[in-house]
């Protein structure tokens, strides 16, 4: 989304901080399937018309757990609470469509990396060394964006603000 933002609003944007952009997927919901087992059989199952909508309400605070751990080097996981308001999230009127829909429309997510080559700002790329993403997407990112700066935060998966908060904070305000 950011560096989305900033291709849009060029001369707005003075710099650009991502962490890891989710530019890559080859498939539905290709990224959070490759965290493990659980995730890739019920996103492969949300995928499917008409089935897909009914097993997606069948998703409970249980399931949504195990389909996270997959984005975690931390295996503790997700906290308890931030756990807890997806869940809750996840009961909004719509909510489920709407998730269904993001992950339909994946390809366009690998169509954004054809307007970084619009981003004025300096970039930095923050991944996790355990993300979901290869080194290979890693580097195409980056050459699409020109000269940036690319962090692998050590002990780290996707969600590295949650697995490493103080680092990703520490690499926000040095850069």
Do not use: C
């Not at 195409?140 to 002990?155: D, P, Q, S």
Request: aromatic share 12%; charged share 20%; glycine share 10%.
């Amino acid at each position: 989304m950011a560096l989305s933002v900033a291709s849009t609003l060029p001369d707005r944007i003075t710099k650009v901080i991502s962490s890891n952009p989710y530019d890559y997927d080859t498939r539905y919901a290709d990224g959070v399937r490759r965290g493990n087992f659980f995730a890739n059989f019920m996103l492969a199952n949300y995928s499917v018309p008409g089935y897909g909508a009914i097993m997606a309400k069948l998703e409970n605070r249980l399931f949504l757990g195990m389909v996270l751990s997959g984005g975690f080097a931390n295996k503790s996981g997700m906290p308890d609470d931030l756990l807890s308001k997806l869940n809750t999230a996840g009961y909004r009127e719509n909510y489920r469509y709407v998730e269904r829909n993001v992950f339909e429309n994946w390809e366009s997510w690998g169509k954004a990396r054809n307007f970084y080559a619009g981003v004025k700002a300096p970039v930095t790329l923050v991944y996790g060394d355990h993300d979901w993403s290869t080194l290979q997407e890693r580097e195409r990112t980056a050459k699409e964006l020109g000269g940036v700066h690319i962090i692998t935060v050590e002990n780290s998966g996707h969600f590295g603000f949650v697995d490493n908060p103080q680092k990703l904070i520490d690499i926000v305000l040095q850069h």
